[in-house]
């Protein structure tokens, strides 16, 4: 167990990251040190400690798989802070710290009226963490919010702010995971949330669940109790079950591809993207017989086989290699290589 009367302000060595990974696994980092503002990142950025040893960024840790301790300096993202920059009638930019969590900011922005990110309800992780994947559910990713992401430059310790474009955003990607991969620490992440509110519920189950409760003239709130009540009935709560969501992407392949596989599965659901189509994940895990298998401590869930699971004491490596034999068997089945959504360490 983590004593939180320790100051992990000051650098901790040898301490276990459990409480710190939805997962639940019990890695070490060999030091840990967490940050409250962009004066003491910096401080840290110039330090001795830091010039001597890797480091790890830590947010939320809700996507990343542990598969070994973390031999490293471990600096954790704490900066908090909610603060309404700009607003007007319709719009208002609001500058969140990376260390926020995601849903506490949903429920802030719910409380105070402003919209945009109320289908994003329950998302666990950190703000910091949101634009790095472009987190996305329920047909809304943050990408359709982002106004702006203050950084700094690992490299010289400068703080940069990037666009929504600067971003490059696409499915589960940005540029923070690709080009600028390590280069750069999110601070700040501004959101431009509305007050003339555009619901959308155009995802199936959002209706489904609103006509369930009898509410006709729906609200964000109400729109995002749905999505709670959905996410609820099919997601496990980390604090019961580790996992870190979607372990897998969805996998996107070309018509051809799909119109040959679909010719032996008919009932397979897609979503067309332009000249490729979309193909849930956890549909290919189940049919492949793969939902709610269980091998001692871990396993896949048993009401979503996109989602790898911890039931306590499990290993990281054992989730990996559990991982790795899904994305065999699907390939040997089905031709489609599964890729994964969640970080390995
Ligand atoms: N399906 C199955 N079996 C399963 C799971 C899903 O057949 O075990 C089928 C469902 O019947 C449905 C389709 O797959 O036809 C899609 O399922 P669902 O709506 O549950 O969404 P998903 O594609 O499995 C994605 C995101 C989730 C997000 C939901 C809702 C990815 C990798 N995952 O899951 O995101 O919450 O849509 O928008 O894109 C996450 O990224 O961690 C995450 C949870």
């Given amino acids: 167990m983590i004593n939180f009367a320790i100051d992990l302000k000051k650098i901790q060595e040898n301490i276990s990251l459990k409480a710190f990974n939805t997962f639940g696994l019990d890695a070490y980092a060999q030091y840990l040190q967490t940050f409250t503002s962009v004066e003491e990142i910096k401080e840290i950025l110039a330090s001795e400690h830091y010039a001597n040893h890797e480091h790890f960024i830590l947010g939320g840790g809700s996507n990343i798989l542990f598969t070994k301790d973390v031999k490293a300096f471990v600096l954790k993202n704490e900066i908090k802070g909610i603060e309404i920059i700009e607003e007007n009638e319709e719009y208002a930019l609001v500058k969140f710290g990376a260390g926020e969590m995601w849903h506490d900011c949903v429920l802030w922005a719910i409380e105070n009226n402003l919209g ?69 620490i999110i601070t700040h992440v501004t959101l431009k949330l509305t007050k003339m509110h555009a619901l959308k519920m155009d995802y199936g189950a959002i209706q489904d669940e609103l006509n369930a409760q ?132």
């Fill in 214 to 345: 009898g509410v006709s003239s729906p609200t964000i709130k109400d729109v995002s109790n749905a999505v709670i009540a959905i996410r609820e009935s099919k997601l496990p709560n980390p604090k019961e079950i580790g996992n870190a969501g979607s372990f897998f992407k969805n996998p996107v392949i070309s018509k051809k591809s799909f119109e040959k596989i679909q010719s032996e599965n008919q009932d397979m659901p897609h979503y067309e993207q332009g000249d490729q189509v979309k193909i849930p994940a956890g549909w290919l895990i189940e049919q492949a017989g793969w939902k709610g298998f269980v091998d001692g401590e871990i396993g896949v869930h048993k009401n979503q086989a996109l989602l790898l699971v911890n039931y306590g004491n499990g290993i990281g490596q054992d989730i990996y290699n559990l991982s790795e034999r899904i994305i065999n068997d699907v390939q040997s089945r089905y031709g489609i290589g599964l890729e994964r959504e969640v970080n390995i360490y």
């Fill in 116 to 184: 945009g990110i109320e289908n994003l309800s329950l998302i666990p992780g950190t703000m910091g963490a949101a634009p790095m994947q472009n987190i996305g559910a329920y047909g809304v990713e943050i990408k359709s919010v982002l106004h702006q992401v203050c950084a700094i430059e690992k490299s010289s310790g400068e703080v940069k702010l990037f666009n929504n474009e600067d971003c490059a955003f696409g499915y589960r990607e940005s540029v923070f995971k690709r080009a600028l991969k390590n280069k750069y």
